[in-house]
């Protein structure tokens, strides 16, 4: 649905809410996908938005929730009924209906689980025993498994049985009789192989899973890496406990690009744009805001500290902003470059110095471009060619120094086992900036004092 | 496959090509994922490497080249014989196919595409009209469609036929007879349907599709929105012509978070991490480094401009960096939030006041907290309170300027059709140290002129 489409109805919807005209707004409903009401739910106010969402039966209700940004699905959730909550609870995938049950408060929670049906209240408990962002937190409990010494026609049997229940179906998975995932059979298979056949002889035993506690980021990367439509999650014995269906790759991708991208830009936990809380936003943000902060007051002693050759060479605090600026900007391109390789790869720190060198070699080539720029401007602005020379040299020191720096930080970070995206923005530019105007006034204090 | 098995392989193939060990090489090879010997392969010396690939039939190389990073990629393509090329060539599916050709010297390109398989040429030869970064251009022609008055009996028997050429089929397209697309069925729903139903009675004919010029993140997009495992693309007659796996869904919105999180990072294409050309990596970042570059230039003008204030109050210079990196972590928050705002959804600029109007009130906010730091910070180390209500109030506002500027001008950016990412980094940090400078000496002069 276009943009502009999505406008017209919502403000279709407003003027026939305005008009008492609930057969029209009803109709709407019919007619629009769920993940499209999600985004019109999410632009109404919030009136309409609970009047709107009252109108849905319970299916295209537990839909549309699914499909909700975390702040709006909080809002709407908490202001239904527990029965009507539990009906929608009770018609969602089990992955769905954790996820909506832990965030409910502890007895809304409690007596939404004793109303759903009693098999998917102990699904619920079990998920719920998963932490969130391993494979046993995003997985679903909906998925189709035979045993191996079963046939194909078992197979198609037990497919047409649970076709409801299951909505994706890629692939069956084969498992023997101790529950032990064995093999997968992509369900093209089922439908081009004698109906007879044994699944042990027609399945593909090389079969990629992950344990309930992989990190949710280490699946997205298999799943990548293999191009799955979806992957099964197994105990530590191997059992079949789950399945993880792309769509939901996509959104763990989507996700931590996003906490990447906002904590390379000092945001400590992802910020959704529905956030509408200033004091939560005001947490997330300031923390990085007080350390860059504190350490901008190291900036503050350096140049006290350099008072003197301030005075007396007065050009060289005029370009102190170029020598932040210049050193900053190469600093988070380097290590912009390694937090995404870090974050992307499996390469651990086996390719360090590789790729310290690498940036060393870059800071140096861009270093001498700048170098030579900032010689120039200094010779023939100020027409001093002599700490044009100074100034040239200490900005590509400074270049090369953020760049290595930038580099070597994040795998720093990454052996700790501290998120390197965390440190790339405000931690590393301030570190820089310390050391930029330390390098750059002190080789102004050296010619100052020896070669002046 | 785990960081420390690769690396065991890794070594072992370098210790049996050492002992011109082929068999075992070759074993290696046959027990191997296709996706796993391509980051082998990147991994071992030129080479090396080279010459694994040449003990590869045919098929494993076309798997593993498609799994390569461009880089590698190009490196291994560019040394092969014409005929290697074009039985790899032959084993790909069309999408990959026209990839790797498209990135062949004309002359190579054209003696390829004369030797592998006419239909295969005609396919390919179709796919490279299309521009690489829409729908057309990542499409495969691998499908199964069928005519909307066809029995299901007779779509399986189409799967059946075509199973060996269409890897992936999670869905069968129903068409009329004028082959425009008019419904999709799940492969699922096949199989537990009466195989003598018609395919126009039992399909979902509420078919979301997009056309082969819709740009690749906007079919992105829409596939994560709508949880599709596959999307049909249409020409601009609703003929059914092609058709994207989400497995090449997730490669785009891999590629463009990388190329939002670099271009904020100030590197203008996106940057491999494989890329070893110095100068094609220095050409890639060093435009953002000028242009900051020149951009600080101004800063040193404007800190020229206000020389007088600065030898006046010695201690306001200590405070620039300070003022410079605070107003630029606060303009970078901003302005993340904005771009992947506009980079993840449709929303246009329909949000852009209230977005700025959140933004002003988050600035308001941490700016007070921050101020009355800089204030005690100042009244208490340089024990001068009056200056210190200066540089507090000071940076309240430099901080309110970005915040703000930090969130229009993505959306400005964004209007004109220009990448808003591009701007967000160096561009705004560098706008911003000029006006913070400007807004913190401004405040310092009209202090020092009325007040002190």
Redo the contacts between chains.
């Keep these: 649905m276009?943009?502009a489409d999505?406008?017209e109805i919502v403000e279709n919807i407003e003027y026939l809410i305005n008009e008492k005209n609930e057969p029209l707004v009803r109709n709407i409903i019919v007619d629009t996908?769920p993940?499209d009401l999600a985004e019109i739910l999410q632009e109404l106010d919030d009136e309409d938005r609970d009047y709107v969402f009252s109108l849905m039966d319970a299916e295209t209700a537990s839909d549309v929730v699914t499909?909700l940004d975390d702040v709006t699905r909080e809002d709407i959730v908490s202001e239904l009924e527990t029965e009507r909550l539990s009906e929608i609870v009770d018609e969602m995938d089990s992955d769905d209906a954790t996820d909506v049950v832990a965030e409910l408060p502890d007895d809304i929670a409690e007596q939404v689980l004793s109303s759903i049906e009693p098999q998917d209240r102990a699904e619920v408990e079990k998920l719920l025993d998963y932490a969130e962002d391993t494979a046993g937190g995003i997985m679903a409990l909906e998925f189709i498994a035979v045993y191996d010494d079963q046939t194909v026609d078992d197979a198609?049997r037990e497919?047409?049985r649970r076709?409801e229940e299951v909505e994706?179906?890629?692939n069956v998975y084969a498992i023997d009789r101790g529950g032990r995932l064995v093999g997968v059979v992509?369900?093209?298979?089922?439908?081009?192989r004698n109906p007879r056949r044994l699944i042990r002889d027609i399945m593909n035993d090389?079969v990629i899973s992950v344990t309930v506690d992989t990190d949710q980021e280490e699946v997205a990367k298999i799943?990548?890496?293999?191009?799955?439509?979806a992957i099964p999650v197994v105990d530590h014995h191997n059992r079949l406990v789950g399945r993880i269906t792309?769509?939901d790759?996509?959104?763990v991708?989507?996700e931590e690009?996003?906490e990447?991208?906002?904590r390379?830009?000092?945001?400590t936990d992802e910020?959704v744009?529905q956030e509408?809380s200033?004091?939560r936003?005001?947490r997330n943000?300031?923390p990085?805001?007080?350390i860059?902060?504190v350490?901008?007051?190291g900036?503050?002693f350096v140049?006290?500290h350099f008072?003197a050759t301030?005075s007396q060479i007065?050009i060289s605090?005029?370009?102190?902003?170029?020598i932040?600026?210049?050193g900053?900007?190469?600093g988070?391109?380097s290590?912009?470059?390694v937090v995404?390789?870090l974050s992307?790869?499996?390469?651990?720190t086996?390719g360090l110095w590789r790729?310290v060198l690498?940036e060393l070699?870059?800071a140096i080539?861009?270093g001498l471009?700048?170098g030579v720029?900032?010689f120039s401007?200094i010779a023939f602005w100020k027409h001093d060619p002599q700490f044009g020379l100074v100034g040239g040299l200490a900005i590509l020191l400074v270049m090369i120094n953020s760049a290595v720096f930038g580099a070597i930080v994040p795998f720093v970070l990454n052996k700790m086992k501290i998120d390197p995206a965390i440190a790339t923005?405000?931690f590393i530019?301030?570190a820089n900036?310390i050391f930029g105007?330390l390098i750059y006034l002190g080789s102004s204090t050296i010619y100052l004092r020896y070669f002046y």
Excluded: C
């Design positions: 276009k943009t999505r406008k996908h993940a499909e198609i497919i047409r076709a994706e179906i890629y992509p369900i093209k298979t089922l439908l081009i090389d799943v990548r890496k293999y191009n799955l439509a792309i769509d790759i996509v959104d991708l989507h690009a996003n990447d991208i906002q390379m830009a000092g945001i910020e744009l509408t200033m004091v936003i005001s943000r300031i990085w805001l007080l860059s902060f350490g901008e007051l900036s503050a140049l006290d008072d301030m007065i605090a005029f370009f102190i902003p170029v932040m600026a210049t900053g900007n190469a988070i391109q290590s912009t470059i995404r390789s992307l790869m499996e390469g651990g086996s790729r690498r070699r870059v080539l861009n471009i700048i720029l900032l401007v923005g405000p530019t301030t900036d105007l």
